[in-house]
């Protein structure tokens, strides 16, 4: 049960730091934990302070967010950050 526990407070932190990086789109939260845009949405709202869930969706709101693959500058081609592989338990970088 602990060890279970500790998985599922990973895998939250996981995504609440990859809903924080502009490159990593909704659709890689999606493929790597199925969790979909409204889902993250009620996370971050759950997990975060008020004030920082705010500035979270005003930048994710911007004219500028690269949040969502359709609205995604071409020239990003990819969502990994660069120190991903030095995250551990990121199943996307293992396959």
Known sequence: M????F???VDVDRIIEM???????????KAQFAYSE?????????????SSFNLWRKR???GTSQKH????????DR???SRQRSISMNKI???
Do not use: G, Y
């Open 93 to 95: 970088s293992k396959r």
């Open 79 to 81: 969502f990994r950050c």
């Open 38 to 50: 409204s889902d993250v949405i009620v996370l971050m709202r759950r997990e975060l302070k008020r």
């Open 7 to 9: 998985r599922q407070q």
């Open 19 to 29: 809903a924080w990086e502009d490159r990593t789109p909704f659709e890689a939260i």
């Open 69 to 76: 693959a359709q609205k995604r500058n071409t020239e990003i």
């Open 60 to 62: 994710v709101n911007s």
């Open 2 to 5: 602990l060890k279970n526990t």
